[in-house]
């Protein structure tokens, strides 16, 4: 069955560390591999995606992910954390063959927190 | 949120009412969805849509019923059948292409006592 994992509920961060999100997926073959943040009561904002190519993908407000293949996994990171980060982060997967419309399956999310 | 309006953004209903859930885009996308957001539980798909007139079951689709009149619309409503509607709504929209992502409505937060 395709899934996704987002191991921890919950994140804490100083403002200007470094921060990782991290996510792990089962699916058939290479999927397609998003990054989404949640602000309170607001929808799913897009930051990035990996299709194909370089491991290494840079995305909106300084995010970037790198796609491993071999520990199926595709953590999202950020040189320096603001608090203005501080959100609910969901990583999703997308089967490349067995498309089902376009279907995207989420991680259950991550919150993130960065204090001051 | 892109060019996807959702109404109303709070919805309060008593239980054994249907309610509708509007969801409107304005991307020319063919395809939209409905997720249900709970906490701790990510999204769940209840419906999509890959072309007007057509649609699809989701994951969750009990207790839920749509229709794709119109491009820019799909309506998502929430009948006296579906045993917990509380939760948050999302609507998507996204290009028939593949691996393209997808573009979230602001959500709406049905309430049902």
């Known amino acids: 069955a395709q899934s996704v994992a987002q191991p921890e509920d919950q994140v804490n961060v100083a403002e200007g560390n470094p921060l990782t999100v991290k996510c792990t997926y089962s699916v058939s073959g290479n999927p397609y591999l998003f990054w989404y943040v949640q602000y309170p009561n607001r929808g799913l904002q897009f930051l990035l995606k990996y299709i194909t190519g370089d491991n290494l993908v840079k995305g909106s407000y300084g995010f970037e992910a790198e796609f491993n293949k071999s520990q199926t996994s595709f953590h999202l990171k950020k040189p320096s954390a603001l608090v203005s980060d501080s959100a609910l982060y969901f990583c999703?997967?997308?089967?490349?063959?067995?498309?089902?419309?376009?279907?995207?399956?989420f991680g259950q999310g991550t919150e993130l927190s960065v204090k001051p | 949120d892109g060019g996807i309006t959702q109404s109303p953004k709070y919805l309060f209903r008593k239980e054994g009412q249907n309610v509708t859930l509007s969801c409107e885009q304005n991307l020319n996308h063919d395809a939209m969805y409905w997720y249900r957001q709970d906490p701790g539980q990510g999204l769940r798909l209840i419906y999509y849509s890959q072309i007007v007139n057509d649609f699809q079951k989701g994951d969750i689709a009990e207790g839920y019923s749509v229709s794709r009149e119109k491009k820019e619309s799909f309506p998502l409503t929430v009948t006296s059948a579906q045993k917990n509607p509380t939760a948050f709504y999302l609507c998507?929209?996204?290009?028939?292409?593949?691996?393209?992502?997808?573009?979230f409505g602001p959500g709406t937060r049905l309430t049902v006592t």
């Open positions: 998507a929209s996204s290009n028939s292409g593949t691996a393209l992502e997808q573009y």
């Open positions: 999703a997967v997308r089967d490349r063959i067995y498309n089902q419309g376009g279907k995207l399956i």
